[in-house]
């Protein structure tokens, strides 16, 4: 995109690439990223807020050591691949026990699962009482699709990267348990 960016010339001040660690190599809570934009407002306004989030120099050093080793990012992006995908098909195949669907999809972090036909009533009030019970009974933070502007009610994204093969079990009993799905 940088290079389709810097060689055209009109509207280049409209364009502005935002990257984040914690999505790109799955490093929630790194909170590390760039800006990269020939708007020279965007970019004062950018440095002036990156006062306020400075990354702490223990961060910087290990980031430094991190990503000047090619072997270990090769090695690091082949693993999270291959757990990623391990993660995603467990997910979506204990969703798929207890009835709830989910989007289908190639890659990411996370699950698009439609939970329309647990919620009533079935608007943004009952996605929101879902998104409670699953918070208050389930201990799970399941993000309702009303936040991302979704227009139908009942859809949830779901973050299964975090999770390892043991949690899998653990997530599926506290969402049947939320919803009150009967057992299987």
Not at 14 to 19: A, D, K, S
Not at 30 to 42: A, C, E, K, L
Not at 103 to 115: E, N, P, T, Y
Not at 133 to 160: A, M, Q
Request: hydrophobic share 40%.
């Amino acid at each position: 995109m940088t290079e389709i960016v810097r060689e055209e010339d009109r509207d280049k001040h409209r364009v502005h690439i935002i990257y984040g660690i914690s999505k790109g190599l799955s490093l929630a809570g790194f909170r590390v990223g760039s800006i990269y934009t020939f708007n020279d407002n965007v970019l004062t306004a950018a440095k002036k807020l990156s006062t306020f989030s400075s990354i702490s120099a223990p961060t910087q050093r290990l980031l430094i050591s991190m990503l000047s080793n090619e072997r270990f990012i090769q090695e690091y992006l082949d693993t999270k691949e291959i757990k990623l995908k391990k993660m995603h098909d467990l997910f979506v195949s204990g969703l798929k026990q207890l009835g709830i669907p989910c989007a289908k999809s190639d890659a990411g972090l996370f699950c698009w699962v439609d939970m329309s036909g647990l919620i009533k009533p079935a608007n943004e009030k009952g996605e929101m009482e879902l998104w409670k019970k699953l918070l208050s009974v389930g201990k799970l933070f399941l993000i309702p699709g009303s936040v991302f502007n979704s227009i139908e009610h009942g859809w949830f994204r779901c973050c299964f990267s975090t999770l390892s093969e043991h949690d899998i079990p653990l997530v599926m009993d506290r969402i049947q348990k939320a919803c009150g799905i009967a057992t299987l």
